[in-house]
C-alpha cells in the first residue's frame, strides 16, 4: 500500500506554467505504475498521463501531448506532472493515482486499474 500527497497546484494564467508533484509514503514506491487523472467541475474524471515503474515508458492524453511531461524519482517517491501552455479547459482537480499490477497500455488510461488515490489538487487556468 501507498499513500499520495499531490501538491503544486494553484491559479495561473492561460499560457503560463505549473508543475504537480505527488509524493508516497510507504513501502515499494518503485514497483508502482503512476498515473495522473483530473476531474472538471461537473465532468468524469479523465486520464491525463501515465509512467511505468521504471520511467522508461510514458503515454499521454491526446489533450495534453506536447503540453504536459510526466517523470518521477523514485529516490525521492515522487511523481511529477510539468503542465506548460496551460489553456482553461486543463482547469480541474488533478489526482494522482498508484497500481502496482504490469497492465499495458491502454489498460492503464482506466481509472479502476489504480488502486491507490492521493486527495486532489486545484489547478485553474485564467483566460
Known amino acids: 500500500q501507498v499513500q499520495l500527497v499531490e501538491s503544486g497546484g494553484g491559479l495561473v494564467q492561460a499560457g503560463g506554467s505549473l508543475r504537480l508533484s505527488c509524493t508516497a509514503s510507504?513501502?515499494?514506491?518503485?514497483?508502482?505504475?503512476m498515473g495522473w487523472f483530473r476531474q472538471a467541475l461537473g465532468k468524469e474524471r479523465e486520464f491525463v498521463a501515465v509512467?511505468?515503474?521504471?520511467?522508461?515508458?510514458?503515454n499521454y492524453a491526446d489533450s495534453v501531448k506536447g503540453r504536459f511531461t510526466i517523470s518521477r524519482d523514485n529516490a525521492k517517491n515522487t511523481v511529477y506532472l510539468q503542465m506548460n501552455s496551460l489553456k482553461p479547459e486543463d482547469t480541474a482537480v488533478y489526482y494522482c493515482?498508484?497500481?502496482?499490477?504490469?497492465?499495458?497500455?491502454?489498460?492503464?488510461?482506466?481509472?479502476?486499474?489504480?488502486?491507490?488515490w492521493g486527495q486532489g489538487t486545484q489547478v485553474t487556468v485564467s483566460s
Open positions: 493515482a498508484a497500481t502496482p499490477y504490469a497492465y499495458s497500455w491502454p489498460a492503464l488510461s482506466l481509472d479502476e486499474k489504480y488502486r491507490n
Open positions: 510507504g513501502r515499494s514506491f518503485s514497483s508502482y505504475c
Open positions: 509512467i511505468s515503474w521504471s520511467g522508461g515508458s510514458t
